[in-house]
């Protein structure tokens, strides 16, 4: 033992050992094979870690292969065109520079000289704030703004300055050419200089303006939701197909790749039997629930009140009115239009799900008893029989809970928002096997699907926070975060120069629309709605 | 440092085994690492907290700069990995591996207070196991052994130095 011991030893012990061990003829010889066995002794154990890495890499390997075998479902991005913006130049119009305007024209590449300031200064400070140059770095898409309109003197002059920026330049910039103003929406459809128009005025305004587009030959960009009343949807309907302009509606998580893939995974059969949808809303602050700040200079001196209130019922002045009209049914459809629609065409498009053939709903002011009309608390149910699902949607705009997209059927469900997961049920038959044997683990997703992991981000507010775990905001092209709007302006664009059908058209506004109004008459009448086809009519 | 290597077999053996162990654990990080190409180090860094985090969140800013401690932390667990299991640069790779541990331990402190949004898998206060695990690098940096292939290229070293003479 003491010689096994002292031959383990190492350094000075050896250095006194080996002269008694070395014939005199060969001193090195028998050092060095030693040392060489020594010094090779844990060569083995890289042998060892080859072998068991070699093993797990196959069997992930064979595991991932045989799920995607069986999934049919592949891991890479869908195919998408980053092309740039080609084609003749077109020329636009923008109604509306209250909340949503702006947040559009800088989509379309326009934003007030002040934001490039403050965004430019905003960089300089905190590294991670990627907005100034992800704005500079945004496709140019040819077009120039030529009229603008909006009912608020001083979001006017802004919008105005917005949309002669066509450098994207801060205040050292000059204006690239003359914006007129409009007073009304109509004067503003009726331009010969403009081919088409962005509308985001309050949503008692989409339908008029969009008629009075289409009846001029305009393409129309429209805000959801299409329609803030049920008779008027038909008339949309009607007078953008007779027209024949390219119309798009604006839910832009159609651009949302998560989306796209979940669309993919249906597609295959990866749910089996889809039988329940639910889609929520949970925000938790006053921006979330429409509070939004009113402009400190505004009065009825700066605010064409009675073009404002248009076709809704007559109010006096009133700025939060004004400022916060989706707190009312006056100018709004509340959470339903809002952000149920949104939610709803996700699932149109990725279930084509069309029009529910029943709809029911309730809810409450139980949180922001500020004067408003419409529920923070709301709940809606949609009944699909002839696709043995229901649809349920569940909001709140007092509680931040996380709730995410979850489209539930026999074999497995998914999660569908900024990332896809899907897992497979336990008690799925079309899985069984794959389960009892080991293959596939229930608790883990079979699918998972989380693009532009490797670019941090950086989103700034709660409302932010929300539309961008939901899709809504952003989304990725080859690895790179895009604007989800900017794509979607840019899709309606092409489809104008290219004579072709958006993916949000007038026959996908319609069935949100119409899903919407029945909807909100289940809430605002406490009784269950049909839908009838054939008459096409809510009974 | 006067150094004394006069260790028994056991010693020798499980000081052996300890730097084996540890080289597999970083030699693997680095293949998982190295071999998904949606893997970056982003997520990790943002989700630092404590007195350094400002620092770790600063390399996520530039791309360019976060590809390169991509770049750094796969090959240095690799490198290091092998080092330790091979015995070849034996103390410039505990070294290496000692500072790796650090930053990893600092960008992640298990200070009271603090909390991380990627949950650890057991539950520590102060000591966490990659300070066990930085200790245990600077135990075999303190306890140095003869066996790897630093020896046999130490003895050609030698060997030739003698047959010069």
């Known amino acids: 033992m003491e010689k096994k011991d002292k031959n383990m030893n190492s350094g000075e012990e050896l250095k006194n050992e080996t002269p008694r061990e070395e014939k005199p003829t060969n001193p090195d010889k028998k050092v060095k094979r030693r040392d060489v066995l020594k010094g090779l002794a844990t060569v083995p154990v890289l042998g060892i870690f080859a072998w068991g890495y070699y093993k797990k890499r196959h069997m992930d390997r064979v595991l991932k292969q045989m799920i995607r075998d069986e999934l049919g479902m592949e891991y890479a991005p869908p195919v998408m065109s980053t092309a740039p913006s080609s084609g003749r130049q077109l020329r636009l119009g923008v109604i509306g520079y209250g909340h949503r305007g702006p947040q559009l024209m800088k989509a379309a590449g326009f934003v007030h000289p002040s934001w490039i300031d403050a965004a430019r200064a905003a960089a300089e400070k905190n590294p991670m704030d990627k907005r100034y140059q992800e704005f500079m770095e945004q496709d140019d898409l040819n077009i120039v703004i030529n009229g603008i309109c909006d009912v608020f003197d001083i979001h006017a002059e802004e919008q105005m300055a917005a949309a002669a920026n066509l450098k994207r330049q801060g205040s050292e910039g000059k204006p690239a050419y003359p914006v007129k103003r409009y007073r009304t929406y109509k004067e503003l459809m009726a331009a010969d200089d403009i081919d088409a128009v962005i509308i985001a005025a309050p949503d008692h305004w989409h339908a008029p303006m969009t008629i009075e587009a289409a009846r001029n030959g305009k393409h129309v960009y429209c805000e959801k939701p299409m329609t803030w009343n049920l008779p008027e949807t038909y008339v949309v309907r009607d007078e953008v197909k007779k027209s024949g302009i390219v119309f798009q509606l604006g839910h832009q998580g159609r651009q949302t790749e998560s989306y796209i893939k979940a669309k993919e995974a249906i597609e295959k059969n990866l749910l089996g039997k889809v039988n329940l949808i639910e889609v929520t809303t949970n925000r938790n602050s006053p921006n979330g629930a429409w509070v939004y700040n009113i402009h400190p200079k505004a009065s009825p001196k700066n605010i064409d009140w009675k073009q404002f209130i248009g076709q809704a019922p007559w109010h006096d002045f009133d700025l939060k009115r004004f400022f916060r009209w989706r707190c009312w049914w006056d100018y709004s459809t509340g959470l339903s239009g809002d952000l149920f629609t949104h939610e709803y065409d996700a699932m149109n498009q990725i279930l084509g799900l069309g029009i529910p053939q029943y709809a029911s709903g309730s809810g409450g002011i139980y949180y922001f008893k500020d004067g408003r009309t419409v529920p923070d608390v709301q709940q809606e149910v949609f009944e699909y029989p002839d696709r043995n699902l229901s649809l349920l949607y569940s909001a709140t705009l007092a509680s931040d809970k996380d709730r995410g997209k979850v489209i539930m059927g026999h074999d497995g469900w998914m999660e569908v928002g900024r990332t896809l997961n899907i897992y497979a049920d336990r008690e799925s038959d079309r899985y069984r096997e794959l389960i009892k044997n080991g293959k596939i683990d229930p608790s883990l997703p079979i699918y998972s699907y989380s693009p532009g992991r490797k670019n941090p981000d950086a989103v700034t507010t709660a409302t932010e926070k929300y539309f961008a775990g939901r899709g809504l905001l952003y989304t990725y092209r080859e690895g790179k975060r895009v604007d989800t709007t900017h794509l979607h302006i840019k899709e309606w664009l092409e489809a104008i120069r290219k004579g072709t059908q958006p993916s949000c058209n007038i026959n996908r506004g319609f069935e949100e629309a119409i899903t919407n109004h029945m909807g909100v008459i289940a809430l605002r009448e406490g009784r269950r709605v049909e839908w009838d086809p054939d008459k096409e009519v809510i009974v | ?165």
């Open chain 2, 1 to 165: 440092m006067k150094r004394t290597c006069n260790y028994t077999i056991g010693q020798t053996t499980f000081l052996v085994i300890l730097r084996t162990l540890i080289g597999w654990h970083f030699l693997y990080e680095g293949m998982v690492k190295i071999t998904n190409p949606d893997w970056s180090s982003a997520g990790y860094l943002l989700d630092s907290r404590g007195f350094l985090s400002g620092f770790f969140h600063s390399l996520t800013y530039k791309a360019s700069v976060l590809h390169t401690v991509d770049f750094l932390n796969e090959w240095g667990l690799i490198l290091i990995g092998l080092g330790l299991i091979l015995g070849l640069f034996t103390r410039f790779s505990i070294f290496a591996g000692i500072l790796l541990l650090a930053l990893y331990y600092l960008s992640h402190p298990p200070f009271p207070g603090i909390s991380f949004s990627v949950p650890s898998e057991g539950s520590y206060l102060i000591v966490n196991k990659t300070l066990i695990e930085m200790t245990a690098l600077l135990v075999l940096y303190v306890f140095p052994t003869r066996i790897g292939l630093d020896a046999v290229f130490q003895v050609l070293w030698k060997s030739r130095k003698r047959a010069a003479k």
